[in-house]
Structures are given as structure tokens and as C-alpha cells.
T-cell receptor, first 113, second 112 residues
């Protein structure tokens, strides 16, 4: 079974630029999560999808972050405009259903200069 | 006070040692407790999953939950250099869409 795929693996941008990350969850997994992991911290949930609907986006900075999951499969997370404090690893995870085991992708490492 | 507290380490031990990793939490609504292992530049992977108080053993790993003290532990017996990683505790509540709350993670270094 293929794992969660993410791209790109690394991204360096200047502040105020925009950036997008892509996630392909494990086939058949209804629930998809985006986490932000700042260096030395645990992952923090940004947004949770159940199929193509948003379940929880309470910690998503909506003035600059947006996410979508078209057709309930792949998902993209966008930051526009980026700030220095957005430098982090962005992790995508999926699970068959909420409250089931979450499987994480390798993450996208973002550096904002 | 943060919802989940975890000492970031690093914790350095010799190969073969017994390792004890711990987290404390403040939210009594947490019902499910997990330990994830994260290697450098990789995503977290689930190691242990427990519900309610008590012990759960899986090979060299034992997870312990004490809900009365709001304290969870992960023990690693006969530690190996391949166990060197960051260990994250995580917990969630009862409802169907409860989100995971992670600790900061403890970096473990096992020297040969």
C-alpha cells in the first residue's frame, strides 16, 4: 500500500511570496489533515477534511492560508502572502475515518527568507 | 499551562538501556493516547495506541497511562541505535472528530 505522498519536499521563498503544497492521501482514506510543525515543536493541526468537506479549520490563519480537497482525494494548501514565521514543515496525514490511525507523509520543508 | 507537556531532551543513553519517556496533560477530556516516532526529515509514525488507564505492551515497547495523575509514559527496553529519533506523545478526546494534540517531542539518542 502506497503511503501519503507530498510535494515538493523543500521550498525556499521570500516573504510576501505565495506557495502551494500538494498532498495525495492513501487510497480510500476519507479523512485528510494538514499540520504545521515548527522546529522543536509538535505538529499543530491546521485543517481537517472529511471527504471534500472541512471538519475543523479553527487553527488555520485564514487571512493568508487556504486549503481545498477537490473530489475528496488530493489536497492543496496555499500560503499567500508568506511571512517569516511560516517557516516550518507542513505535514499531510490521512486516515480511513476520523479517530482512526493517522498516517503521515514525509512533509514539505518551507523556508521563508 | 500548555495542554500537553513533554520534556524536549535530548535524552542520551547507551545501547541496551531502558528508556522512559513521559508526558503530562491538563485536559481531562483526553481519552485516547498515542506515541509517535519521528526520524529526522520524516513524518511521524504511530508506535503505540492506548485507551484509558493501564499498560499496553508491544515487543520492546510498553505504553502506560495514568489518567488519575494525567500522566503517560513510554518505556523502551533493550534500546538500540535505530531507536534514535524524536518521540511525540499525542492525545485526543472522545468525539468523532476530535483533533490530536501533540507534545513537543523528546529527542532520544542511543549510542552504540
Amino acid at each position: 500500500e502506497a503511503g501519503v505522498a507530498q510535494s515538493p519536499r523543500y521550498k525556499i521563498i521570500e516573504k510576501r511570496q505565495s506557495v502551494a503544497f500538494w498532498c495525495n492521501p492513501i487510497s480510500g482514506h476519507a479523512t485528510l489533515y494538514w499540520y504545521q510543525q515548527i522546529l522543536g515543536q509538535g505538529p499543530k493541526l491546521l485543517i481537517q477534511f472529511q471527504n471534500n468537506g472541512v471538519v475543523d479549520d479553527s487553527q488555520l490563519p485564514k487571512d493568508r492560508f487556504s486549503a481545498e480537497r477537490l473530489k475528496g482525494v488530493d489536497s492543496t494548501l496555499k500560503i499567500q502572502p508568506a511571512k517569516l514565521e511560516d517557516s516550518a514543515v507542513y505535514l499531510c496525514a490521512s486516515s480511513r475515518a476520523s479517530q482512526e490511525t493517522q498516517y503521515f507523509g514525509p512533509g514539505t520543508r518551507l523556508l521563508v527568507l | 499551562q500548555k495542554e500537553v507537556e513533554q520534556d524536549p531532551g535530548p535524552l542520551s543513553v547507551p545501547e541496551g538501556a531502558i528508556v522512559s519517556l513521559n508526558c503530562t496533560y491538563s485536559n481531562s477530556a483526553f481519552q485516547y493516547f498515542m506515541w509517535y516516532r519521528q526520524y529526522s526529515r520524516k513524518g511521524p509514525e504511530l508506535l503505540m495506541y492506548t485507551y484509558s488507564s493501564g499498560n499496553k505492551e508491544d515487543g520492546r515497547f510498553t505504553a502506560q497511562v495514568d489518567k488519575s495523575s494525567k500522566y503517560i509514559s513510554l518505556f523502551i527496553r533493550d534500546s538500540q541505535p535505530s531507536d534514535s529519533a524524536t518521540y511525540l506523545c499525542a492525545m485526543t478526546g472522545q468525539s468523532g472528530y476530535s483533533t490530536l494534540t501533540f507534545g513537543k517531542g523528546t529527542m532520544l539518542l542511543v549510542s552504540p
